[in-house]
């Protein structure tokens, strides 16, 4: 199956760039819908624009692998999966609508559905690169079987483009889930936690869970019986399907707290009283493995509270003062400049976007 709307092949223009910034030595900020702009540290550099390399390039529903180019809008990619009765699991966001298909792998971010489905890098089968040297390469394959070059596809997920501009990516994709139902639950916060625990453990369909304002929801997806059996158990009240949609876009209420924004990663089974200390409003995500926080704490405390119980902090707000991720030690941060400056040998791609000194 071939999308016939908005194919574009503007691969030659974006290399022809790159090409000269690798002759300059003139750094590049790569944009794709700038919905997640605000993520990271500011680039100064000459704006590359990927929007008009677009199109998805392939898709057959009987493989479960779409194809399609990095200025693909997100929700021009969903549109075709939903006509075909399939889904991708991870479920990245849109922030506002403009997301791209190379923006949302890039960033590695996913929705609700992450700790049931998987990452944003377990679905990228392979992918098509520019190099800081102008050099277009393709790395994996569109078959899960063709592992070649399958682990850097995968590393320029979450790199924020950082080690080079991806021009195409081909994704795994699954069928939507034949039943789906959500529920939400008055508990608090312990209790909710100590519910998912025993729900993991008798693997019930989950597929996302979130803790709010002295609630639980849930959302519950598979087959007829079994999202029926799991309703029974739970029991609760009826949840509209679009609190998800909402959760992942940061649409609810919570968000609009104009206290900065943070994202601390933990071990799903760590106590609430581990993150209950930070002075702030929380929403608890991914069944407790994902913690949102607005709070004016100094950004030395909560990253010291999300070290303690074994994970890290991330600011999603900028300018507040803070690093955006949590420092690298001195060895993982020389591993990175290594395969920055085999990547990009110039520096010329985001210099700067994830840390300073990379």
């Not at 030659?12 to 300059?24: C, G, Q």
């Not at 609760?236 to 707290?257: P, Q, V």
């Not at 994202?263 to 760590?270: C, E």
Request: charged share 20%; glycine share 10%.
């Amino acid at each position: 199956m071939r999308a016939e709307l908005h194919l574009n092949d503007d691969s030659e223009r974006l290399v022809d760039e790159v090409a000269r910034s690798f002759v300059r030595r003139a750094p590049l900020r790569i944009r794709g819908g700038d919905s997640k702009s605000h993520l990271g540290r500011p680039v100064s550099g000459a704006e590359i624009d990927t929007r008009s390399h677009r199109g998805v390039v392939s898709y057959d529903p009987t493989e479960l692998v779409i194809t399609a180019r990095a200025g693909t809008p997100l929700a021009e990619l969903n549109a075709v999966l939903d006509a075909a009765g399939q889904m991708l699991p991870c479920e990245p966001p849109a922030f506002g609508g403009a997301a791209t298909v190379g923006g949302a792998v890039a960033t590695g971010l996913a929705g609700p559905r992450r700790p049931w489905a998987g990452s944003v890098r377990d679905f990228v089968l392979g992918c098509r690169v520019i190099t800081g040297e102008a050099k277009h390469l393709r790395f994996g394959g569109e078959v899960m079987k063709n592992v070649a070059g399958y682990d850097m596809s995968r590393l320029l997920a979450g790199s924020y483009g950082c080690l080079g501009l991806i021009t195409e990516v081909s994704l795994k994709v699954l069928p939507r889930p034949r039943a789906q139902r959500s529920l939400t639950l008055e508990l608090d916060a312990g209790e909710a936690l100590r519910e998912l625990a025993a729900w993991r453990k008798a693997v019930l369909p989950v597929s996302g869970a979130c803790y709010l304002d002295g609630r639980l929801h849930v959302r519950l997806e598979g087959g007829t019986g079994s999202v029926a059996a799991a309703v029974d158990r739970i029991g609760g009240a009826d949840l509209e399907m679009g609190f998800w949609e909402a959760l992942r876009e940061h649409r609810l209420a919570f968000f609009d707290d104009p206290r900065p924004l943070w994202r601390l990663s933990l071990p799903n089974s760590t106590p609430l009283a581990a993150s209950a200390a930070l002075p702030g409003a929380m929403l608890i995500d991914w069944a407790g493995a994902q913690r949102w926080l607005k709070s004016d704490a100094p950004a030395a405390t909560i990253r010291d509270v999300a070290a303690a119980a074994g994970g890290h902090a991330t600011c999603f707000t900028p300018l507040a003062g803070a690093e955006p991720f949590q420092p690298l030690a001195a060895p993982l941060l020389r591993y990175h400049q290594q395969l920055k400056q085999r990547l990009d040998p110039r520096g010329i791609f985001n210099p700067g976007r994830m840390y300073a000194d990379l």
